[in-house]
């Protein structure tokens, strides 16, 4: 029975060196991990300027009535334009107490959002509202298409890029070239920029008509990762 033990101890141990040996053979050598990229930076081509009307009394109802009209006034005063889309924001209506936290008004506030790629024209719609309407902030950002144009010509560069490290690293290595095991190719999202406040222009309504606008720059991005492998 102890030679039975014995030998069934020594099979269990061969099996397992022979499973550790068909690991060790099969386990991937010669693999090489890369990462690339190549960016850019873009002019902003749209610009966003918020538009805003505040109105305060002890009614809410009284302050909601006066601020919608206002909202439908500035509305109809842009159906004319096609350069510039126009919508509305955030529209709010907060209580305002008195020293004995008793309610004594009502402060409310509605905004217009201009959207544009032309600076021009929204800079001039804007101007043609400030009459009614104040400008709260201005912000830009990357239009999808411009965007989508940079990473196009990026994609061939970050690739290019991948492909020239696996074969100087290759060959660093003592190898004569590679085939690609996996890759990824990914696509940064521009950071949006915070809005620039307007403050003193809202303050000056008469200056608002003629308020340039200039964008900044985003940055695009695109990444290529994976790995190779290496081959004599």
Do not use: C
């Not at 500035?74 to 305002?96: E, H, M």
Request: no cysteine; net charge positive.
């Amino acid at each position: 029975m102890k030679r039975y033990a014995t030998a069934a101890a020594l099979l269990l141990a061969l099996g397992s060196l022979s499973a550790q040996a068909r690991a060790a053979d099969a386990a991937p050598s010669g693999v090489l991990s890369l990462d690339a990229q190549a960016n850019t930076e873009v002019p902003q081509d749209t610009v966003q300027i918020t538009l805003f009307a505040e109105q305060q009394g002890s009614d809410p109802a009284a302050v909601s009535a006066a601020l919608n009209q206002k909202a439908t006034q500035a509305l109809k005063r842009t159906k004319a334009q096609t350069d510039v889309s126009v919508q509305t924001g955030n529209v709010s209506l907060d209580p305002t107490s008195d020293r004995n936290g008793r309610i004594s008004s009502w402060r409310g506030r509605t905004e217009l959002l201009l959207k544009s790629r032309d600076f021009a024209a929204a800079s001039r719609l804007a101007g043609q509202l400030s009459d009614a309407m104040q400008v709260g902030s201005v912000s830009f950002s990357l239009s999808r298409e411009a965007q989508r144009a940079a990473e196009s010509k990026l994609t061939a560069q970050a690739i290019s890029a991948f492909k020239e490290q696996a074969q100087a690293n290759s060959r660093a290595f003592g190898y004569s070239g590679y085939t690609i095991r996996e890759v990824r190719v990914g696509y940064s999202t521009p950071i949006v920029p915070h809005p620039f406040m307007m403050n003193a222009m809202a303050a000056d309504k008469a200056a608002a008509p003629s308020v340039p606008l200039e964008g900044g720059k985003a940055q695009v991005t695109v990444n290529v990762s994976g790995s190779v492998q290496m081959v004599h």
